[in-house]
């Protein structure tokens, strides 16, 4: 009733930009924050951008300056621009949306399946 489908992954050189998307299905009445997680070999999963229903934007400390989080709630999706990638921002992406389902009063989060990003020469 309610999935969250990430895309535009792939393998990209050092200093490279990439678009990654994430679309929710569904009939959804509201939705809240938006944003992405990155876990990368061996580490825990970390914020990599999030935005707020009032587009208030937080970014994780080692993309600042380097990814741009959009949102466009019309099509239910958010966006994430990565710039000047460095091999270091290799890891699965997951895309994490909370949102309160048409019908239901409970808010949930949902988390997609996550795309791979590759970063290397």
């Known amino acids: 009733q309610v999935q969250v489908v990430e895309s535009g992954g792939g393998l990209v050189q050092p200093g490279g930009s990439l678009r990654l998307s994430c679309v929710v299905s569904?009939?959804?009445?509201?939705?809240?924050?938006m944003g992405w997680y990155r876990q990368a070999p061996g580490k825990q999963r970390e914020l990599v951008a999030s935005s707020a229903f009032d587009k208030s934007i937080s970014y994780g400390r080692s993309v600042k300056d380097r990814f741009n989080i959009s949102r466009d709630d019309a099509k239910k999706s958010v966006y994430l621009d990565m710039s000047k990638l460095r091999p270091g921002d290799t890891a699965i992406y997951y895309c994490?949306?909370?949102?309160?389902?048409?019908?239901?009063?409970?808010?949930?989060?949902?988390w997609g399946q996550g795309t791979q990003v590759t970063v290397s020469s």
């Open positions: 569904g009939t959804i009445f509201r939705l809240y924050a």
């Open positions: 994490n949306v909370r949102l309160q389902p048409s019908g239901l009063s409970r808010i949930s989060d949902y």
